[in-house]
């Protein structure tokens, strides 16, 4: 008999027939002997709903109040999906973030899971009862209600996993698992029986959102076998119907590119004629992390005359409001001329642990693109990646061309 945790995400439970549709999938991991918790998330569409709710009176709500909003999609498809494992049978309860509780921090919107006493719950569930567990949520010290970041419901069930120590940990999907790159948008893309923690992480933290970056972090921290596949093809027939996420070394043959990620929740931020002065870039990414606004790629622009140079960076779409805002306010100390944002980008990225040992990766990526005739605005690049930024519109023949470029297409 194992302890398991199985998650379902937005499309999974995305109506009442789906939402029965899972209960039997737990069913039958009951029936197996296994003692279940099930963290769900929102119904497909919710959360942008709440969030659009938040965004139209306010773009510069206060977290606290998003995160009560919010937080609410999660809180419907527990009672619901208890309900329905009830109906069939199933011993089962409903757990809010807050009755477990998940406790986080209070990075309101982005929270990161502090400790979960799963105490009561683990008792529960050693009587044959399956918690279900609101996934994406949590609660803070000030008893504020707190929510992990969009597609946190993953990280939920890490964690969960981790603290209830179970066996493993399947994400249910509305994909059969994890791909070369996104198969809604390539369909060359080719599924992967196994993937490292650390290719999963640099793919999920450069957009792949199949899972959220900090679910595979915690997963490699606390050995969490996780694995994703489909809630909606039947698992049996297959010996690994999903993707397993491994160590390296139980990977046998080491592709150099093994993934090719892609992510438009980026926008660019320019600073005209900023002062060329030791400081500066201290003096502008300060204020931003004051306001826990992460920054991503940046370039700086060598100064002709000694004096005033260009700075460019992107942060998260969801931050360009609060970020111009904090730079203007910061003006008068920045000294720059003028700000420009340009939402319309798309960070497109490769990424393979075999990147390490073999030269001319960048250079493949560079022509392939340049063969298109797509400019490149940004670039960075670290151990076993390498991002650019393109204009939006050329994001699916970037894609398409580059997994064809480095060999990756299905035959
Ligand atoms: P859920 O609601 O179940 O959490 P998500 O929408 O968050 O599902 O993640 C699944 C989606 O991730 C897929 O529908 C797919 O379009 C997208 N995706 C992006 N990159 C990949 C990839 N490399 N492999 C598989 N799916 C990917
Ligand atoms: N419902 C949340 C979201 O849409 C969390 C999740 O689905 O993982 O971001
Ligand atoms: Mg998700």
Partial sequence: MARIVMKFGGTSVGDVERIKNVARK?????????????????????????????????????????????????????????IALQSIGIPARSWQGWQVPIRTD?????????????TELEKRMSTGEVAVVAGFQGVTDENRLSTLGRGGSDTSAVALAAAVKAERCDIYTD??????????????????????????????????????????EMAMNHRVRVQVLSSFEAAAGS???????????????????????????????????????PGVAAAIFGPLTDAAINVDMIVQN?????????????VGKADVARAVKVLEEAKGALNF???????????????????????GVAQRMFKALADKGINIQVISTSEIKISVLIAEEYTELALRSLHTAYGLDAA
């Fill in 26 to 82: 737990v069913e039958q991991e009951v029936k197996a002997g296994h003692q279940v918790a099930v963290v769900v998330s929102a119904m497909s569409g919710v959360t942008n709903q709440l969030v659009k709710h938040c965004n139209d009176i306010d773009k510069l709500h206060d977290a606290r109040e998003y995160d009560a909003v919010v937080a609410s999609g999660e809180q419907v498809t527990t009672g619901l999906l208890a």
């Fill in 337 to 359: 001329q003028r700000l420009l944002s340009d939402s319309n980008v798309v960070k497109v990225s490769v990424i393979g642990v075999g990147m390490r040992s073999h030269a």
């Fill in 302 to 314: 060598i100064s002709e005359d000694g004096k005033s140079t260009d700075m460019t960076f992107t």
């Fill in 175 to 216: 994909v059969d698992g994890v791909y070369t790159t996104d198969p809604r948008i390539v369909n060359k893309a080719r599924k992967l029986t196994k993937v490292t923690y650390e290719e999963m992480l640099e793919m999920a933290s450069l957009g792949a959102k199949v899972l959220q970056t900090r679910s595979v």
């Fill in 239 to 277: 010996d690994i119907p999903g993707t397993l996420v491994v160590d390296e070394d139980e990977i046998v043959e080491k592709e150099v590119v093994s993934g090719i990620a892609y992510s438009r929740d980026e926008a660019k931020i320019t600073l005209i004629g900023v002062e060329d002065r």
């Fill in 106 to 118: 209070d990075t309101h919107s982005k929270a990161r899971i502090v400790s979960i006493d799963t």
